[in-house]
């Protein structure tokens, strides 16, 4: 089965967590007898790739277009790909390369089988930036709508994509993630961390609030790391969270430390105390897989589909408001040792007992053949 993935941006991007998650998921497809082809961009790359034409790696072959997927050669090879897949694969409803491949598809290739990801973008916090956009491309869509098997990571992704294509096919299956190596917590203080994108939609500066007005801000061994990056675009908004740290005074509490991967990221979430997803709005949210795997406890916002968190006693699910931060994070601080332990290996049962690989990519395999 030849499964192709149109894709925006796609690892080693350092915007957002789709293109790691689309890069693991190829590699477990490929282990499995799966033919995968990426075609993307290099945007949010900084380390040198190969462009301009298809190289074999882990996850597939994947060809990264250094100019766009407008320029000629990448549609060239986009429209070379639709005419060979057997499936493909769309991830992002606005994105220009998902737009132009169910275009292309969509011209010429109109039986072939259409999985879409909406990675969160129909929820109703997601559809007011550039809305009016969003609403004439979702009217173009519902008139193929039969055609298409819409993918979703939880029970409120799938209401989301119901209330708009309800003629649709819907996968439910969470996103395909391996589990890293582990490692030992070597910080004796207590760090909060929010890990993420930069972008207004976190409500990161809910977390900054709550933390300054917790009782925890006063204790000196509490602090709060926010790391990720942003798009110039939200560079506004990047400015405003510094502002705010400013106006509070808590530059000795509040670190910002801008991009972290790979082994670097995994020992920073192995020597937090709590992770923190403030978010308006998510539809999965791969970091809480990520710190839960280093046995690190969350704190996710009701406003994400994380309630299993307090049902397995491996973090907590608020609201997202800077007083019920403010409250989780006092009461998340002050668990005795013994407490706090439970937490940690509530998480890790967690993850290993329903965020198996092996068997997720199995289902995936299933649905894709249908």
């Known amino acids: 089965m030849r499964i192709l993935f149109p894709v ?52 597939g072959q994947v060809y990264y277009s250094d100019k766009g997927l407008l320029d000629w050669g990448a549609l060239k090879m ?22 132009i491949g169910f275009l292309l598809a969509f011209l010429f290739r109109r039986n072939v089988k259409i999985v879409w990801s909406v990675r969160g973008e129909l929820n109703s916090q997601a559809l007011r930036i550039s809305s009016f956009k969003k609403k004439i491309l979702l009217l173009f869509y519902r008139l193929f709508a039969k055609h298409i098997t819409f993918a979703s990571t939880s029970p409120k992704e799938t209401s989301e994509i119901k209330n708009h294509f309800q003629k649709s096919s819907i996968i439910e299956l969470p996103n395909v993630m391996p ?6 917590r070597t910080e004796t203080k207590k760090r909060l961390l929010y890990l ?76 937090a105390y709590f992770l923190v997803l403030p978010s308006h709005t998510e539809n999965f949210g791969n970091v809480v897989i990520e710190s839960l795997n280093q046995a690190t406890p969350v704190i996710a916002s009701q406003n994400t589909p994380w309630e299993k968190l307090e049902v397995f006693k491996a973090g907590f699910w608020v609201n997202n408001s800077s007083k019920s931060l403010a409250e989780i994070i006092d009461y998340a601080t002050q668990l005795k040792c013994q407490e706090y332990d439970h937490y940690r290996a509530n998480s890790i049962n967690f993850v290993d007992e329903h965020y198996n690989i092996d068997i997720q990519i199995r289902e995936w395999i299933n649905e894709y053949s249908i």
């Not at 293109?19 to 380390?47: A, F, P, Q, S």
């Open 8 to 59: 925006n941006s796609f690892y080693p991007t350092t915007m957002g967590g789709p293109g790691t998650i689309l890069y693991w998921h190829g590699v477990y497809l490929k282990k499995n007898g799966c033919d995968v082809v990426v075609i993307t961009t290099t945007n949010g790359i900084n380390e040198k790739v190969v462009t301009n034409k298809l190289i074999d790696l882990p996850c």
């Open 196 to 271: 993420g994108r930069i972008h207004p939609i976190k409500s990161i500066e809910s977390l900054i609030e709550g933390f300054y007005q917790s009782d925890a801000f006063n204790n000196p061994d509490i602090f709060l790391d926010i790391v990720g990056e942003y798009n110039s675009r939200d560079a506004g908004y990047f400015q405003n969270l510094k502002d705010l740290v400013a106006k509070n005074k808590m530059e000795n509490k509040v670190t910002f430390l801008g991009h972290i991967a790979g082994l670097d990221k995994e020992k920073l979430l192995v020597n």
């Open 179 to 184: 589990t890293p190596s582990r490692y030992q």
């Open 78 to 99: 986009l429209l070379s790909e639709i005419a060979k897949a057997d499936v493909i694969h769309l991830t992002s409803l606005f994105s220009p390369s998902s737009i």
